[in-house]
């Protein structure tokens, strides 16, 4: 019980924690974005205005583009074979297709978290630092201090402050997946893309994941792709839907989840989100 | 005896129809293991009767009918130090360049691979002609330790890049994936982590290579020479134990026994570097990587 109530106690600090920081976030929009892979397109013009510090969740079926628009997002796509990406991403006032858009700091800004857990085959708290060290953190007290912060921040100090010398293949699927955000916060990133995070896991690690995310609202602008409506429901203020119209997919539907989930506009949502199709 | 299935059989596990097929299988299996073993016994039965520190450690006398082994020893390592001083980084290099830096179905991968798999299937005797010429007469090397560990290298080549490729190619593609959204440098993403992930692959490919390379006299034959005195420099001529135990049973009349006896020497030498490199691959890269 007196866990619960620290916990909600913790939780309630941050709330105001967050809201500070989220006043630095800038807006991500989207104009007429499509993706093709060689000559198919996964989805095609996405218009798509996402606020700063709020929990947006892409919702549809397999193979309605959402893990692509994602990977839209921070230029990941573009490692694909034949990948190609057209239209605007913006954010704040940035295109970050513009061919001055520095890569490196545009994947830092946007941290990313994939469906199964993948940590690098290093100790845990080289996962943690080896991308650090590769940005400038050199010294070993502030190092150190980082590896503390975040591995609290996602949770996972107790549970690993004894061993953080370990591989981190060791800890068991949740860990790891909360090791990877804990590696990605680290950066201090201000958008996180979420791929789908909870759904290589079990129920009881799947729910720790979905708290933790819970907790880094306002803190962070997040976009996550979720298959599980239920999870898209409790944490996400907006819903984008996805849906694949003449083989490509598109977005049918964006709005405050709520209004999404009780008066959808597009009678497709209607039926997907009441299980009739999809 | 129950089938797969938990049936229980007639006592052979296997039904008529099986067993012939069954029997031709384990036959076949069964004599090349024997081929091994016999040929195993043979060496030990001749030479294990020879070997002595003395042997290890004496210079060859009377053309080696008496006397040792031990500047052939040196020769042989040393031979075996250039090959893989050279290979290794030129082979860890190409391996890296035709998996991270191309496509596997571009053309010059392609034709990479193409002419990597076609120069694994050469004799010794044209590397060996090869490294003459080149090395030994072009570069002016001679006939010394320096020409015969090149021309080795040469032959360990295409199975060092093709294994350590494959054994990148293996590291799962997440890896990548996630590197690039932490902004890691293609350098940082090959050597910490999936260099870890391809260690296996490179320390079969080195010992396979090294393996064939020991064994192949011809090559050596004319590139670093016969001479069986203790080598004083890396372009002086040394004999390799191949080489010893060619000269010593095609050409020396009485000294079937020191070859059986180095045969022996070579086949234990074998032996270690196989079980030393997979102690390297399975516990002292991966321990030392995961745990500083």
């Known amino acids: 019980m007196n866990v619960l109530l620290n916990r909600s106690g913790a939780i309630y600090e941050r709330a105001h924690e967050n809201e500070d920081r989220g006043r630095s976030l800038s807006c991500i929009s989207t104009r007429d974005l499509s993706l093709y892979y060689g000559t198919k397109a996964a989805f095609k013009g996405v218009n798509l205005s996402i606020k700063p510090g709020s929990i947006t969740a892409v919702v549809g079926p397999s193979g309605c583009g959402k893990s692509s628009f994602l990977l839209s997002l ?31 700091s545009l994947r830092l800004s946007m941290g990313m978290i994939f469906q199964k857990p993948n940590p690098f085959p290093l100790s845990i ?57 804990a590696r990605t916060l680290a950066l201090e990133p201000k958008v996180l893309l979420l791929d789908e995070p909870c759904s290589a896991l079990d129920p009881l690690s799947s729910s720790i994941v979905e708290d933790l995310i819970t907790e880094l609202r306002g803190k962070y602008t997040i976009i996550i792709v979720t298959h599980n409506l239920p999870q898209a429901r409790r944490i ?43 | 005896m129950r089938d797969v299935l938990g049936r229980k059989g007639n006592g052979t596990g296997v039904s008529k129809r099986e067993r012939l097929p069954k029997f ?22 001749h030479g294990i009767g020879q070997i002595s520190w003395e042997f290890i450690t004496s210079a060859p006398e009377n053309a080696g009918r008496a006397g040792g082994i031990g500047p052939i020893l040196v020769s042989t ?96 593609g997440e890896y990548r994936m996630s590197a690039e959204a932490l902004g890691l440098s293609k350098t940082t993403t090959i050597f910490r982590i999936l260099l870890p992930a391809a260690a296996p692959g490179l320390a079969v490919g080195l010992i396979l290579g090294i393996g064939r390379a020991m064994a192949k006299t011809a090559a050596l034959l004319y590139t670093s020479g016969y001479v069986d005195r203790m080598p004083t420099s890396l372009l002086d001529s040394g004999r390799a134990l191949s080489t010893h135990i060619f000269d010593l049973s095609m050409n020396v009349a009485g000294g079937n026994d020191k070859a059986y006896a180095s045969a022996l020497v070579l086949v234990s030498v074998l032996v270690v570097i196989n079980i030393i490199s997979f102690y390297i691959a399975n516990n002292w890269l991966r321990r030392r990587i995961m745990t500083i």
């Open chain 1, 74 to 104: 921070n230029r990941l796509a573009e490692l694909i074979p034949g990948c190609r990406v057209k239209g605007i991403v913006q954010i704040g006032e940035h295109d970050i297709f513009d061919p001055d858009t520095d890569l490196t």
């Open chain 1, 125 to 181: 708290k080289e996962n943690i630092t080896l991308p650090l060290k590769e940005h400038g953190t050199v010294g070993k007290n502030e190092l150190d201090a980082r590896v503390e912060n975040v591995l609290k921040e996602v949770g996972l100090w107790d549970e690993v402050r004894d061993r953080l010398h370990t591989p981190a293949l060791s800890l068991s699927g949740g860990q790891q997946q909360r090791l990877c955000f």
């Open chain 1, 236 to 278: 996400a203020d907006y819903i984008a839907f996805f849906w694949v119209r003449d083989n490509v997919g598109t977005l049918i539907e964006y709005g405050a989840t709520e209004q999404v989930f009780n008066e959808p506009e597009n009678e497709l949502t209607e039926a997907y989100i009441k299980g009739i199709r999809g």
């Open chain 2, 24 to 45: 031709i299988v384990w036959s076949a299996a069964i004599l090349v293991s024997a081929v091994f073993f016999l040929i195993l016994s043979n060496i030990v039965w």
């Open chain 2, 77 to 172: 390592g040393l031979i075996l130090g250039v090959s893989v001083a050279v290979a290794l980084p030129i082979g860890l290099g190409t391996a890296i360049l035709l998996s991270e830096f191309t496509r596997r179905d571009s053309i010059f991968g392609r034709m990479v691979r193409r002419s990597l798999d076609i120069l694994a299937g050469v004799p010794s005797i044209v590397f060996g002609l090869f490294g003459f010429v080149f090395f030994s007469n072009l570069l002016g090397l001679g006939f010394s330790i320096l020409s015969g560990g090149l021309t080795l290298a040469c032959m360990v080549l295409p199975i060092l890049i093709r294994s350590t490729e494959e054994g990148f190619r293996s590291a799962p």
